[in-house]
């Protein structure tokens, strides 16, 4: 035990001397929490992972706004450090991911809004158009939020995603991709039954003039041909 | 003590219920290792899993005439002592923040010994699911074959092997530096 | 397995104890206080069977449902599904009105990722019927909150959708656009 706890100290240190760069930034983050509220020895951990985040090229914020979260509702510390470990695992991960679908040098807050849309089901092909079909690093993130947002309201997860990049490809702004659970909400208060509400919000599109409200476009007398293709994807 | 080894669990059931109370404690040593650790490795607190595997075999006496198929009585009593144990884990108070993993870096020594390990091991556990835990803990701790788990679980292979891999990913994930 | 966790894993199988034989002892002590198991004597409709389930079943099953969401619903539930933003508080941001019926409760707050989660942030103020309210700016995105029910309940908002917080509760979720506002 003591040999091996030795060799592991001699292959850790010139780790920790490596790390000396980055203490200054841990101890922001680290102080940043504790004036936030957070007991000392948990901040301390939080900011580890958070460094740990960062050094790894991805943003440490939901890292620590989920800290944070978590501390306010009481969430036994264990458990918090838990929960920001999957987090920034999550986020490597689909970083990752997206990177072996061409996308590299991908905004933090566009890897951050893809790890929760991942975590709704929408998968890296679908990830990967609506990046491509937004206009900036705001809206890419936007629509994916847009796309998670979705799925918690009830439509599949494939027809979510095609909801927010056909309104990219039409000239819809990150404002109007915005609009798109309302839409959906006021067919799904009509009565539309939500397996149709993709389909008539689809329909119902035109090209950036009529505030993609979905509005009295019925799509009932259209023919029913499968507006979306089926997908193979390889995830 | 050749009486009581010759007796099946079914058989050892069946006289409790006919009004041989005793018998019951003989069922109790039969499981009380393999049970007491179990409950262990699923709770943490020694004395939380003492509790809960006390309260399961107070609840299996209490509802031995329940019990369908008294040869399997380890299976039906594992289910009991999963449950309690999983509910003792939730009930848990709030662990007090100085036992909360300090950073490597702070630790000259850095003692990774059989301590620090299993109490890293123990937070990064509270990333699993129940059903997560039960297999890790099975498979990796207490060194059972998937012919018995499949048995203890009623779960196929397969589904087994994909539980246990995704609890060992996400261990790995917690587990971060220790690689 | 990787190195870290067999290493981990054999720490935690070393460090393991089962109780000892007092345990037993501990156990038959309780037992004996107790009135002895007896066979249940209707165990024989317990076994396992197939139980098919005839048609007229499947209606009533799906009205009693429907009778319990309806109840349900009645309560705790949160009116303003669409209601449009007050005002456009700056650019960027627009005033969203929260809403949550709660007759019973002394205090409700709202807490969520625009707050820092900060429960004592913002506090709703009650009104007619017992439905607590609190209009506050929010700036446009995709918003996670809950309410706080007498400054220890975390509930989300019945008339949103749920998302899992990670620590094993569910968060409500609420899209901001800038012309107005939807729970999802």
């Known amino acids: 035990m003591k040999t091996r706890a030795m060799i592991l100290a001699l292959v850790l240190s010139p780790a920790m001397l490596a790390g000396q760069a980055t203490v200054a930034a841990q101890s922001d983050v680290r102080a940043m929490l504790v004036a936030r509220g957070i007991a000392p020895a948990l901040a301390e951990s939080v900011a580890v992972v958070a460094r740990e985040t960062s050094g790894r090229g991805l943003s440490s914020q939901p890292v620590v706004d989920k800290a944070v979260e978590g501390w306010f509702k009481h969430v036994p510390p264990p458990r918090i450090l838990a929960a920001v470990r999957d987090l920034a695992g999550r986020m490597d991960q689909v970083r990752t991911e997206l990177r072996g679908a061409g996308l590299a040098e991908l905004d933090g807050s566009v890897i951050g809004a893809a790890a929760e849309s991942r975590a709704q089901g929408i998968v890296r092909g679908d990830q990967a158009d609506i990046i491509r079909a937004a206009k900036s690093p705001t809206a890419a993130s936007a629509g994916l939020a847009v796309s998670a947002a979705l799925v918690v309201q009830g439509l599949d997860a494939r027809t979510s995603a095609r909801l927010v990049v056909e309104s990219f490809r039409r000239g819809r702004t990150a404002s109007q991709v915005l609009d798109l659970p309302s839409a959906a909400r006021a067919l799904q208060m009509r009565g539309t039954p939500t397996s149709e509400v993709g389909r008539e919000l689809l329909e119902g599109m035109g090209h950036g003039d009529d505030g993609g409200d979905g509005g009295d476009h019925s799509g009932r007398n259209r023919p029913r041909a499968p507006l979306i293709p089926p997908r193979v994807d390889n995830d | ?179 | 397995m990787s190195d870290g966790l067999t290493r981990a894993a054999n720490a935690m199988r070393d460090g393991l104890k089962s109780p000892g034989p007092e345990f037993t002892e501990r156990v038959m002590a309780e037992v004996r206080r107790m009135p002895a198991p007896r066979r249940s004597p209707l165990h024989w409709v317990t076994q396992p069977r197939v139980v098919r389930v005839r048609p007229w079943f499947i209606p009533l099953a799906a009205a009693a449902l429907l009778a319990m969401w309806v109840a349900g619903s009645r309560y705790g539930a949160s009116r303003g599904m669409g209601q449009d933003a007050l005002a456009v508080a700056a650019r960027d941001t627009v005033y969203v009105r929260f809403e949550f019926a709660a007759p019973t409760a002394r205090a409700v707050n709202l807490a969520g990722d625009f707050n820092g989660w900060k429960p004592d942030a913002t506090v709703m103020s009650r009104g007619t019927g017992g439905v607590w309210v609190a209009t506050i700016p929010v700036a446009v995105g995709v918003h996670k909150y809950q309410f706080v029910v007498d400054g220890n309940t975390w509930v989300p908002d019945p008339a949103a959708g749920t998302t899992d917080d990670g620590f094993g509760g569910r968060n409500s979720l609420i899209v901001v656009g800038p012309r107005g506002v939807v729970r999802s």
């Not at chain 2, 179990?38 to 609840?59: H, K, N, T």
């Open chain 2, 1 to 179: 003590m050749g009486d009581a080894e010759s007796l099946t669990d079914g058989e050892l059931v069946g006289l409790v219920l006919k009004g041989e109370v005793e018998r019951f404690g003989e069922l109790v040593e039969r499981y009380r290792v393999e049970f007491g650790r179990l409950a262990r490795s699923l709770v943490g607190d020694p004395d939380a899993a003492d509790d809960a595997l006390q309260d399961a075999f107070i609840s299996a006496y209490r509802n031995l005439g329940r019990c369908r198929e008294p040869e399997r009585f380890r299976v039906w009593f594992y289910r009991i002592v999963a449950n309690r144990c999983h509910d003792a884990r939730r009930r848990r108070p709030m662990v007090p923040l100085e036992d909360v993993d300090p950073p490597a870096r702070d630790r000259a020594d850095a003692r990774l010994d059989g301590s620090e390990l299993k109490r890293r091991l123990e937070v990064a556990m509270e990333a699993l699911t129940p059903e997560q835990r039960e297999v890790f803990v099975m498979k990796e701790v207490e060194g059972k074959s998937y012919q018995e788990m499949e048995m203890l679980l009623g779960l196929k292979i397969d589904a087994l092997r994909m539980r246990v891999h995704r609890a060992r990913e996400v261990l790995r994930n917690q587990l971060g530096d220790l690689q």
